[in-house]
């Protein structure tokens, strides 16, 4: 079943601003994941936060995990053409089975 | 280097046909995994492997089979492909299962017509 909610679905923004997109999931997680999906390639794993951070940053990207109102951030931070792709979060469950269930995906484009 | 690569990148394949997919990764981590991403971009895990033993079965068709010949290598069998299994289909792996981010492979992209 799904567990991640991506919100926006999409959003389009100027080359330069900051792009922030919210996951929100269900059940109680061992860690959050966030991957860039390319148009016609595969996910690329950016960033993951434990269920025991409450942010993490690494170069453009910021990610805050906020486990009681299950939900996270992602920010990306001055923005480039190149950001331009879809993300999605993936939650990995406490206990139960170990598989990462990933959200819908936030179609990001930076306009040059 | 590739670290997960798939083979073939396309597949266009008539309905009833029984077609393979194969995966390896040259990373040296225990675990991999097969995902489908349907026309919506939704990516749903379809099975996972680890040191070779199945681990995750979601609810999948039985025409659906991976086969794991060592842990480097994950395959999957398609028999009697219907329209419905049109999709991309994305191998991974990982470290350890679940605990770590995953590398994708390209994905291979399916077309039953």
């Known amino acids: 079943s799904q567990q991640g909610e991506e919100d926006p679905q999409a959003l389009s923004i100027q080359e330069g601003e900051n792009a922030t997109m919210n996951c929100s999931y269900k059940?109680?997680?061992?860690?959050l994941q966030w991957y860039r999906q390319n148009s016609g390639r595969g996910l690329v794993h950016l960033i993951l936060?434990?269920?025991?951070?409450r942010e993490k940053h690494s170069g453009r990207l910021r990610v805050t995990l906020d486990t009681s109102k299950k939900s996270s951030s992602l920010l990306i931070t001055a923005s480039r053409a190149a950001d331009t792709a879809s993300y999605f979060c993936?939650?990995?469950?406490?206990?139960?089975?170990?598989?990462?269930?990933f959200g819908k995906g936030t179609k990001l484009t930076v306009n040059p | 280097d590739t670290a997960v690569s798939q083979t073939p990148k396309y597949l266009v394949t008539q309905m009833g046909n029984d077609k393979s997919i194969k995966c390896e990764q040259n990373?040296?981590?225990?675990?991999m995994y097969w995902y489908k991403q349907d026309s919506k971009k939704f990516l749903k895990i379809m099975f996972s492997?680890?040191?070779?033993?199945?681990?995750i079965n979601e609810t999948v068709p039985n025409r659906f089979s991976p086969k794991s010949p060592d842990k480097a290598h994950l395959n999957l069998h398609i028999n009697s492909l219907e329209l419905g299994d049109s999709a991309v289909y994305f191998c991974?792996?990982?470290?350890?299962?679940?605990?770590?981010?995953?590398?994708f492979g390209s994905g291979t992209r399916l077309t039953v017509v």
């Open positions: 991974a792996s990982s470290k350890r299962t679940g605990g770590d981010g995953y590398t």
């Open positions: 059940t109680s997680i061992n860690n």
């Open positions: 936060i434990r269920s025991n951070e």
């Open positions: 993936a939650t990995l469950s406490q206990g139960g089975s170990e598989k990462l269930v």
């Open positions: 990373l040296g981590h225990d675990t």
């Open positions: 492997y680890n040191n070779k033993e199945l681990i």
